[in-house]
């Protein structure tokens, strides 16, 4: 038996089917990054804004241009859930969400400070004395608490 063409499969091919199983792609991505697991008659997303809603917190979401709807629904139900929340979105293209916020980075955009930065950190610790990520393994850590 042959596979049926990729549109009838619900297949990438389809714009509408993408968006049917991406819709569950972010909040699950989101929800284990954040430590959130399943329970049994929850949904995901119920589970995500009563973990956000008490919290101050800053959420980064980098290339939501792929799954452009989906980050969008996202970002307004957290927001919505948590005054507390913020979000920061990198996408090529705007998620057009109420009180969005957009700043074109033009092509090949360089921060004059990261490169004065990076060459302070070649040279030994950086200015302000902190110690370098190889010096510090647990740093990220506990950021992403």
Same mark, same amino acid.
């Given at each position: 038996?042959?596979? &049926?063409?990729?549109?009838?499969?619900?297949?990438?091919?389809?714009? =509408?089917?993408?968006?049917?199983? =991406?819709?569950?792609? !972010? &909040?699950?991505? !989101? =929800?284990?990054? @954040?430590?959130? $697991?399943?329970? +049994?008659?929850?949904?995901?997303?119920?589970?995500?804004?009563? $973990?956000?809603?008490?919290?101050?917190?800053?959420?980064? @979401?980098?290339?939501?241009?792929?799954?452009?709807?989906? /980050?969008?629904?996202? !970002?307004?139900? @957290?927001?919505?859930?948590? &005054?507390?929340?913020?979000?920061? =979105?990198? %996408?090529?293209?705007?998620?057009?969400?109420?009180?969005? !916020?957009?700043?074109? *980075?033009? +092509?090949?955009?360089? /921060?004059?400070?990261?490169? *004065?930065?990076?060459?302070?950190?070649?040279?030994? #610790?950086?200015?302000?004395? #902190?110690?370098?990520? %190889?010096?510090? &393994?647990?740093?990220?850590? %506990?950021? #992403?608490?």
């Amino acid at each position: 038996m042959t596979d &049926p063409p990729m549109q009838s499969r619900g297949d990438a091919a389809n714009p =509408a089917d993408q968006l049917r199983w =991406a819709r569950p792609l !972010v &909040p699950n991505a !989101v =929800a284990a990054a @954040l430590g959130i $697991h399943e329970e +049994p008659g929850r949904a995901i997303m119920a589970l995500l804004t009563e $973990h956000v809603a008490p919290r101050m917190l800053l959420l980064v @979401l980098d290339n939501c241009e792929h799954l452009i709807d989906a /980050c969008a629904r996202l !970002v307004e139900e @957290l927001l919505r859930a948590g &005054p507390g929340v913020r979000i920061l =979105a990198t %996408s090529r293209e705007a998620l057009r969400t109420d009180g969005e !916020v957009t700043w074109r *980075v033009p +092509p090949r955009w360089r /921060c004059p400070s990261l490169a *004065v930065g990076r060459r302070r950190a070649q040279g030994g #610790r950086a200015m302000s004395g #902190r110690p370098r990520r %190889s010096e510090s &393994p647990g740093a990220l850590r %506990s950021v #992403r608490r």
